[in-house]
């Protein structure tokens, strides 16, 4: 157990549905992250907030929109997605955005569109 | 493009012997960490070695660090079955703080 907690572990969508990827942290760190990982390809960094505010987009497509409330809380809406869009879809946290800073991951969300 | 790059993609050895992986990267870097990855679940943070550190332990595992050929690698001693996982290097840029990761390591361990 990381501390980091996502809900829910798996889900599935057809391509039209609207759903919501939820990440929480309580281990007071100021920066939360969401990362997509799909089989063969490595770990890619989507979205970094650091003090509630966007600091990066690392040029992911508008069907998917983050919204951080509060440091503790990440949430990833997604709409109108791709079968492309299936993956692993992982939360992390660090102290905050610093160069020696570890992350501490959540334990995804297995998501399959269909 | 692809900042770290672990060599072997697979490793596969017997309980108690040790494994090695390697990492390579392109560019400059502040420091580099190793992760592992159980199947299907979330990374866990293994070890970070700075750009000006040459070797780091932590129990079973050994890090080491050649900035000069841009390579680390990971050495677990005496390997257990629960060693069985994914093992990611990530680096950190010297002018930046975003986790580059490389595709992965898979190692089994078989008892």
């Known amino acids: 157990e990381t501390g980091v907690t996502q809900t829910p572990r798996h889900l599935v969508m057809g391509m039209t549905n609207k759903k919501s990827l939820k990440c929480e942290q309580h281990?007071?760190?100021?920066?939360m992250y969401w990362y997509k990982q799909s089989a063969k390809k490595p770990l890619e960094l989507m979205f970094v907030?650091?003090?509630?505010?966007?600091?990066e987009n690392n040029s992911v497509p508008s069907r998917f929109s983050p919204e951080c409330p509060n440091s503790s809380h990440l949430f990833l809406h997604l709409h109108t997605l791709q079968p492309e869009d299936s993956a692993l879809y992982l939360c992390?946290?660090?102290?905050?955005?610093?160069?020696?800073?570890?992350?501490?991951f959540g334990q995804g969300t297995r998501l399959t569109v269909v | 493009s692809q900042q770290g790059e672990e060599d072997p993609q697979a490793l596969s050895i017997q309980e108690g012997e040790n494994a090695t992986m390697n990492c390579s990267y392109k560019t400059s870097i502040n420091n580099l960490q190793w992760y592992r990855q159980n199947s299907g679940r979330g990374l866990v943070h293994l070890i970070l070695?700075?750009?000006?550190?040459r070797e780091k332990h932590s129990g079973r595992l050994r890090v080491t660090l050649d900035t000069s050929k841009k390579s680390s690698s990971l050495l677990i001693t005496a390997s257990r079955a629960a060693d069985t996982a994914s093992y990611f290097c990530a680096t950190v840029k010297a002018a930046g703080n975003k986790l580059t990761f490389g595709g992965g390591t898979r190692v089994l361990v078989k008892p």
């Open positions: 070695i700075r750009s000006n550190e």
């Open positions: 907030y650091n003090f509630k505010e966007q600091t």
């Open positions: 281990l007071g760190h100021n920066a």
């Open positions: 992390a946290s660090s102290q905050n955005t610093g160069t020696e800073n570890e992350a501490f």
